[in-house]
């Protein structure tokens, strides 16, 4: 067996992430574009007018009342921050941040891109009026990065967009943290403690499996509304909300029982296998990665646009700029996303690779790492956000952070730009110490499919000149179907055509494949396997243990005599399968090369006759 090095494949989840976040850039940027249009158009303060109107929602006496500005910012927000958490969940469980190796780097880049930034803000405005805004240079735009990336294409290459993505969902983390205990003023103890109640009683609803969705909305919004009264942003309600949702990898279990539910209703069409059937395909997929796929694009291309359209808004003039330009926060902010963020990743990259804690995946050179680093320096949606809290009260303060926002991301996206026009491929591979020249991540390849012996169930001639393999379980429909594709295969192809059968039970969906294998090993002591196979086959509905017993003494057979050698055959039948590619049943092999096409006579048919053609010789 050969070991190679592997980037990760990414999941379709992940995947839609990335185009929808990248995608949602010329929105956000446009939005961004339009709040500075509208704040500097001849109209007066219509802009701040606007978005400081005050909206009340009220029942009876009880209510609040909050300004546009709020209403997004701390409402329609929360929904985004629901999303991040929902990512944040996924990848921590299912996803990258479960690799220690491939989550250790980006792990530490990222602190060291949120500890830089805020110390370079802070040497420069330590002790002045600006201080608290050094949480402002400290977060990444997802959505701005991986849109610049897309657009610098092919001198971007895939493992370097899975880095930044992790790294920026651990900088998210991060970011969501500062938020959550630095920028959180007058705690309400009572506020907090039905927080908790309420979470206490969505956690209830998810042990007792009550999957009821206004349930959940109506808890979520108490959530918000009690974390809105704590004095803790209730922004922080939505990744809370999200990190309690339910994500699951598909297993294989889902996966087949939702199939064979499937093909049942296309066989015998009925009002409950449509309801069998629908349900059992969404459970194939965590709720976690349906509401990503409903939620994403809007907060993408509805939410994050408000929101920018609400807050970008600053004035730009001769007076503003000349006044950004000596100002400790602009410069601040600027230099922490344009510096800061640069060499905090740079070091925070350097230092685990240097000391072998991880590796990168693929073989990414310094060039293309510096340049991902420079990308991430563009601040935008968290850098607004807390620009808001550090300044809730100093629209000039605002106003100077918004411009080093401004400065700061475009100078890191110039900087970038520039990295991947002149060093992307230089600086040789970012490897640990004596990793083999790339991110030291292996995954084996493929075993070959072992050879058939004498231990082997067999039908045909040892010397024929194509070798059919299937693993087989049988309890499976599928498998069932395809006794008599291979029986007719057999007849058409007749001394030309071996055929093998090997054990391959799905324990987890069929509970008796294991114990009908198990006979069907006892059969074959005495000679019988392929009586069994048949028989065994042919009541595919009837294997219970007292089923599999009848069937043994019909033909003379002790079912379960030597039943640990019996079971450790099976196992290894399964081991190896696993080991060539077989992943489901049926699975077949021609002549050792895993089948990937239909699995009826046809397809089959196709696949032997090339078979044969090349045992000829023939192109």
Same mark, same amino acid.
């Given at each position: 067996? *050969?070991?190679?090095?592997?980037?990760?494949?990414?999941?379709?989840?992940?995947?839609?992430?990335?185009?929808?976040?990248?995608?949602?850039?010329?929105?956000?940027?446009?939005? *961004?574009?339009?709040?500075?249009?509208?704040?500097?158009?001849?109209?007066?303060?219509?802009?701040?007018?606007?978005?400081?109107?005050?909206?009340?929602?009220?029942?009876?006496?009880?209510?609040?009342?909050?300004?546009?500005?709020?209403?997004?910012?701390?409402?329609?927000?929360?929904?985004?921050?629901?999303?991040?958490?929902?990512?944040?969940?996924?990848?921590?469980?299912?996803?990258?941040?479960?690799?220690?190796?491939?989550?250790?780097?980006?792990?530490?880049?990222?602190?060291?891109?949120?500890?830089?930034?805020?110390?370079?803000? *802070?040497?420069?405005?330590?002790?002045?009026?600006?201080?608290?805004?050094?949480?402002?240079?400290?977060?990444?735009?997802?959505?701005?990065?991986?849109?610049?990336?897309?657009?610098? %294409?092919?001198?971007?290459?895939?493992?370097?967009?899975?880095?930044?993505?992790?790294?920026?969902?651990?900088?998210?983390?991060?970011?969501?943290?500062?938020?959550?205990?630095?920028?959180?003023?007058?705690?309400?103890?009572?506020?907090?403690?039905? /927080?908790?109640?309420?979470?206490?009683?969505?956690?209830?609803?998810?042990?007792?499996?009550?999957?009821?969705?206004?349930?959940?909305?109506?808890?979520?919004?108490?959530?918000?509304?009690?974390?809105?009264?704590?004095?803790?942003?209730?922004?922080?309600?939505?990744?809370?909300?999200?990190?309690?949702?339910?994500?699951?990898?598909?297993?294989?279990?889902?996966?087949?029982?939702?199939?064979?539910?499937?093909?049942?209703?296309?066989?015998?069409?009925?009002?409950?296998?449509?309801?069998?059937?629908?349900?059992?395909?969404?459970?194939?997929?965590?709720?976690?990665?349906?509401?990503?796929?409903?939620?994403?694009?809007?907060?993408?291309?509805?939410?994050?646009?408000?929101?920018? /359209?609400?807050?970008?808004?600053?004035?730009?003039?001769?007076?503003?700029?000349?006044?950004?330009? *000596?100002?400790?926060?602009?410069?601040?902010?600027?230099?922490?996303?344009?510096?800061?963020?640069?060499?905090?990743?740079?070091?925070?990259?350097?230092?685990?690779?240097?000391?072998?804690?991880?590796?990168?995946?693929?073989?990414?050179?310094?060039?293309?790492?510096?340049?991902?680093?420079?990308?991430?320096?563009?601040?935008?949606? /968290?850098?607004?956000?807390?620009?808001?809290?550090?300044?809730?009260?100093?629209?000039?303060?605002?106003?100077?952070?918004?411009?080093?926002?401004?400065?700061?991301?475009?100078?890191?996206?110039?900087?970038?730009?520039?990295?991947?026009?002149?060093?992307?491929?230089?600086?040789?591979?970012?490897?640990?110490?004596?990793?083999?020249?790339?991110?030291?991540?292996?995954?084996?390849?493929?075993?070959?499919?072992?050879?058939?012996?004498?231990?082997?169930?067999?039908?045909?001639?040892?010397?024929?000149?194509?070798?059919?393999?299937?693993? %087989?379980?049988?309890?499976?429909?599928?498998?069932?179907?395809?006794?008599?594709?291979?029986?007719?295969?057999?007849?058409?192809?007749?001394?030309?055509?071996?055929?093998?059968?090997?054990?391959?039970?799905?324990?987890?969906?069929?509970?008796?494949?294991?114990?009908?294998?198990?006979?069907?090993?006892?059969?074959?002591?005495?000679?019988?396997?392929?009586?069994?196979?048949?028989?065994?086959?042919?009541?595919?509905?009837?294997?219970?243990?007292?089923?599999?017993?009848?069937?043994?003494?019909?033909?003379?057979?002790?079912?379960?005599?030597?039943?640990?050698?019996?079971?450790?055959?099976?196992?290894?039948?399964?081991?190896?399968?696993?080991?060539?590619?077989?992943?489901?049943?049926?699975?077949?092999?021609?002549?050792?090369?895993?089948?990937?096409?239909?699995?009826?006579?046809?397809?089959?048919?196709?696949?032997?006759?090339?078979?044969?053609?090349?045992?000829?010789?023939?192109?």
């Amino acid at each position: 067996m *050969t070991e190679r090095s592997v980037v990760p494949a990414l999941p379709a989840g992940l995947r839609a992430f990335l185009v929808t976040a990248t995608n949602s850039t010329s929105v956000l940027l446009a939005a *961004t574009a339009a709040g500075l249009l509208w704040a500097n158009l001849p109209l007066g303060d219509s802009y701040e007018h606007f978005w400081e109107t005050e909206l009340a929602v009220s029942l009876g006496e009880r209510g609040f009342s909050l300004t546009l500005r709020e209403w997004v910012n701390d409402g329609l927000m929360t929904l985004f921050f629901f999303v991040i958490g929902l990512e944040i969940s996924q990848q921590i469980r299912v996803g990258q941040l479960r690799d220690r190796r491939l989550v250790a780097v980006p792990v530490v880049a990222a602190a060291g891109g949120i500890a830089v930034p805020a110390l370079t803000y *802070t040497a420069i405005n330590a002790g002045g009026p600006g201080a608290a805004g050094w949480g402002i240079p400290v977060a990444s735009d997802t959505a701005f990065v991986l849109g610049l990336l897309a657009v610098i %294409g092919a001198r971007c290459p895939e493992p370097l967009r899975l880095f930044v993505l992790t790294l920026t969902v651990v900088d998210d983390i991060l970011a969501i943290l500062i938020v959550a205990v630095f920028y959180t003023e007058d705690l309400s103890p009572w506020a907090l403690l039905a /927080v908790a109640v309420l979470v206490a009683l969505i956690a209830a609803l998810r042990w007792l499996q009550i999957w009821r969705a206004p349930a959940y909305v109506a808890l979520g919004l108490g959530v918000w509304a009690a974390m809105l009264e704590s004095g803790v942003h209730p922004t922080a309600a939505g990744v809370l909300l999200g990190m309690l949702v339910t994500v699951y990898a598909p297993s294989e279990h889902k996966l087949l029982t939702a199939s064979e539910i499937v093909h049942a209703l296309s066989r015998d069409p009925s009002p409950e296998l449509e309801r069998l059937a629908t349900r059992s395909v969404q459970r194939t997929v965590s709720i976690n990665e349906r509401l990503q796929l409903r939620l994403l694009p809007w907060t993408s291309y509805v939410i994050v646009p408000v929101f920018a /359209v609400a807050n970008a808004g600053v004035v730009l003039n001769a007076e503003t700029l000349g006044e950004a330009a *000596t100002s400790p926060i602009a410069i601040g902010v600027a230099a922490g996303l344009l510096l800061g963020k640069f060499g905090g990743i740079a070091i925070g990259t350097f230092i685990p690779l240097r000391l072998g804690w991880g590796g990168l995946p693929g073989n990414l050179v310094w060039g293309q790492v510096l340049g991902g680093a420079a990308v991430s320096g563009i601040g935008f949606t /968290v850098a607004l956000f807390i620009t808001g809290l550090a300044f809730a009260d100093e629209p000039a303060m605002q106003s100077q952070a918004k411009i080093g926002i401004l400065a700061g991301s475009l100078l890191a996206a110039v900087m970038g730009w520039l990295i991947f026009r002149l060093a992307w491929d230089r600086g040789g591979v970012c490897a640990p110490p004596g990793a083999p020249g790339d991110d030291g991540a292996f995954e084996p390849e493929p075993e070959p499919v072992p050879s058939v012996t004498a231990r082997d169930h067999v039908r045909g001639p040892d010397d024929a000149p194509v070798t059919l393999v299937e693993y %087989g379980d049988f309890e499976c429909p599928y498998c069932g179907r395809a006794v008599d594709t291979i029986r007719r295969l057999q007849e058409q192809y007749g001394d030309r055509l071996r055929y093998v059968f090997r054990h391959f039970p799905l324990r987890e969906v069929h509970p008796h494949a294991v114990s009908a294998a198990v006979v069907s090993e006892a059969a074959a002591d005495r000679g019988r396997f392929w009586e069994m196979h048949d028989l065994l086959f042919a009541n595919q509905l009837a294997l219970t243990d007292a089923d599999l017993t009848s069937y043994a003494e019909r033909l003379g057979v002790e079912a379960w005599a030597d039943l640990a050698r019996h079971r450790e055959r099976v196992n290894t039948d399964r081991e190896a399968g696993e080991r060539s590619g077989a992943s489901g049943t049926p699975t077949f092999f021609v002549n050792g090369a895993l089948h990937e096409g239909p699995h009826d006579q046809a397809g089959l048919a196709a696949a032997i006759d090339q078979a044969l053609e090349e045992a000829r010789g023939t192109p």
